[in-house]
């Protein structure tokens, strides 16, 4: 066990519709980073949070948004969502930019 | 950004063979991890290894930052080692960076 939580583990919804993922890092851990991980792709950085502060953009569509609240969870809110969303999201935290990060078990995301 | 090349994308094992996987990266690096994604799609960290070398168990990890290449040694495999392993490398405060990973079957 990682100690890093993310919710749902899956999720299957339509094209068009919104979802929210949630994850809550680990104990004393300030950044919160969110990872996609599809089949033609690998695993794509997204988005960073440290301290409730927006850290570091990746390769994230407008139509998804994140961010971290002030008990340090963060929240992943995907919109219109295509089939090509259909993919593994990993959240992950870390003490501090550029220490070492604990993945959660993922949300398996299936758009249909 | 930086590039993480690993090798060799395929590996079969005889169960109870060693094998050696590679990582090299264009950039100085700080960080640098290996994961272990299991059948289940859970990211298992292995080691975080920026440089020198580091043992458990039956896996070691040695990381040469100054020719920029890390490798991950596994030990008398077994099955339940199958799965993809992952390079990770990370460069000042930013986010890591995946390679595309080496995918290990071991066999009986």
């Known amino acids: 066990d990682s100690g890093v939580t993310q919710t749902p583990k899956h999720l299957i919804t339509a094209t068009g519709q919104r979802v929210t993922l949630r994850c809550s890092p680990r104990?004393?851990?300030?950044?919160v980073y969110w990872y996609q991980q599809s089949l033609d792709q690998g695993l794509q950085f997204l988005i960073q949070?440290?301290?409730?502060?927006?850290?570091a953009k990746g390769n994230i569509l407008e139509r998804f948004s994140a961010q971290q609240f002030p008990d340090l969870h963060s929240e992943l809110n995907l919109s219109s969502l295509e089939l090509g969303d259909s993919a593994l999201y990993f959240c992950?935290?870390?003490?501090?930019?550029?220490?070492?990060?604990?993945f959660g078990q993922g949300t398996r995301l299936t758009v249909v | 950004g930086i590039q993480v090349e690993q090798s060799p994308p395929d590996l079969i094992l005889q169960e109870g063979a060693n094998s050696t996987l590679r990582c090299n990266f264009s950039?100085?690096?700080?960080?640098l991890q290996w994961f272990h994604q299991n059948p289940w799609g859970q990211l298992i960290n292995l080691f975080y290894?920026?440089?020198g070398t580091k043992q458990n168990g039956r896996l070691s990890a040695t990381t040469v930052a100054t020719e920029r290449y890390s490798l991950l040694y596994i030990s008398s495999s077994q099955t339940t080692d199958s799965g993809v392993y992952f390079c990770?490398?990370?460069?000042?405060?930013?986010?890591?960076?995946f390679g595309k990973g080496t995918k290990l079957s071991v066999i009986p």
């Open positions: 950039d100085s690096v700080n960080n």
């Open positions: 290894i920026p440089s």
């Open positions: 990770a490398v990370g460069a000042g405060s930013y986010q890591l960076t």
């Open positions: 104990s004393g851990d300030l950044s």
């Open positions: 949070y440290y301290n409730g502060e927006e850290r």
């Open positions: 992950a935290s870390s003490v501090g930019s550029g220490t070492e990060a604990f």
